[in-house]
């Protein structure tokens, strides 16, 4: 994940407390949205002093009021917007005027607001790029001055972030988004995964969680376990993911972590049990998220795979290309030193057809700690597991 002005990471186990209903209520904030998100589902269905059966759901909450600061969206046209120069870490700044606030105020472009602001607007992201790494700021300058004065009824929907009094250009958003930002995507799943739990007589253990003033993500695992004959224990759960920015999606995907009896392990990514855009209308978010189902089904097609799997007692040289060929390949998702450990094992043969399944993935996840990495990773393990037959 990428440096933020606010971040922070849990781990959490059996004894990690869960938090009451009635202190979601503070997940649910004074806007439009929150308050059809209230209204569709409300706390009131639950009694305030019920914990939700989510261990700990209180230590997340506790870690997403730490990044949760100030934020502040507002749309504005470009004849109220100057452009004012470059701060020390080259980005651009930019002074926001108009009828409201007449004093104005600048902001600061922070993450990677500086090129998606030019390449939307004025499509000079590439330009503008080459402009700041060779040192021609005048020559930036001049084309930016100029393109606000060309556009001055072009329209944006602008996100701010404060920090120490002073204001951040974070992102650009869309005027049609629901902006279900991190609070609302704490609260839906928290209810939804709760609903889920009572319906099925089991608990969710929250393993890992990472929060930021953009995005949270967070690692769930179902208490109970499943025995798999000649593998052994399997344990379902989901991964939640929500990104606040631009064209981010709130996301709820099945997720299991297979053991076997030598503690030698590894953990897949099936299937999206919902996967919504801020877009996406209330009524719509209401099925998607209380189609309980929906994991179910997900689970039967996962045990189904694993049982085929447990009928191998050694890799096959078709895996062992399959599991090289995805990593090596994926050169958008795992940075060079991962693909090259990858190589390295392949070369010197430390994966090979005498390991199971198990332990080849095992060994393969010690390559990385990067989360994005890790969540690549997961996915090509699942899409191994989907190919045996």
């Not at 629901?178 to 609903?195: G, K, P």
């Not at 399997?234 to 939640?240: C, I």
Request: aromatic share 12%.
């Amino acid at each position: 994940m990428k440096d933020h002005l606010y971040q922070v990471s849990m781990r959490g186990d059996e004894a990690s407390p869960a938090t009451k209903f009635k202190d979601l209520k503070y997940l649910i904030r004074d806007s439009e949205v929150d308050s059809l998100v209230a209204q569709n589902f409300p706390l009131s269905d639950f009694n305030p002093n019920e914990r939700l059966l989510i261990n700990g759901s209180e230590q997340l909450l506790i870690c997403f009021e730490q990044v949760d600061e100030e934020k502040l969206d507002f749309i504005e046209e470009l004849k109220n917007v100057k452009y004012v120069g470059l701060s020390d870490d080259r980005e651009i700044i930019l002074r926001f005027n108009n009828e409201i606030n007449k004093d104005g105020f600048n902001a600061t472009a922070i993450y990677d607001f500086t090129y998606d602001f030019l390449d939307d607007v004025f499509h000079m992201g590439k330009f503008s790029r080459f402009c700041i790494t060779n040192s021609h700021y005048d020559l930036l300058k001049e084309n930016i001055e100029q393109l606000l004065s060309n556009m001055p009824t072009l329209k944006r929907q602008y996100r701010f972030l404060k920090n120490d009094d002073k204001w951040f250009l974070r992102g650009i958003t869309s005027t049609r988004y629901n902006n279900y930002d991190n609070h609302l995507a704490l609260y839906l799943t928290f209810i939804s995964l709760h609903q889920y739990a009572k319906i099925n007589q089991t608990t969710f253990i929250i393993d890992e969680a990472y929060l930021t003033d953009s995005e949270v993500r967070a690692f769930f695992r179902q208490k109970d376990t499943v025995y798999i004959q000649n593998v052994g224990e399997l344990h379902f759960g989901a991964y939640l993911s929500n990104n606040e920015i631009r064209e981010g999606t709130f996301s709820l995907e099945l997720r299991y972590t297979l053991t076997n009896q030598d503690g030698k392990s590894f953990s897949g990514i099936s299937d999206y049990v919902f996967n919504l855009s801020h877009s996406t209308g209330i009524n719509n978010m209401k099925e998607k998220l209380f189609y309980s189902d929906k994991i179910n089904d997900l689970k039967t097609i996962t045990l189904t795979h694993i049982h085929e799997m447990s009928k191998l007692k050694k890799l096959s040289e078709d895996q062992l290309y399959l599991i090289f060929t995805k990593i090596i390949n994926s050169t958008q998702k795992l940075g060079k030193p991962t693909r090259d450990k990858v190589k390295e094992y392949k070369s010197n043969n430390i994966l090979n057809n005498s390991m199971t399944l198990i332990e080849a993935l095992d060994k393969i996840s010690e390559i990385t700690t990067d989360i994005d990495e890790r969540l690549h990773l997961e996915r090509i393990y699942n899409e191994v597991i989907q190919n045996i037959k």
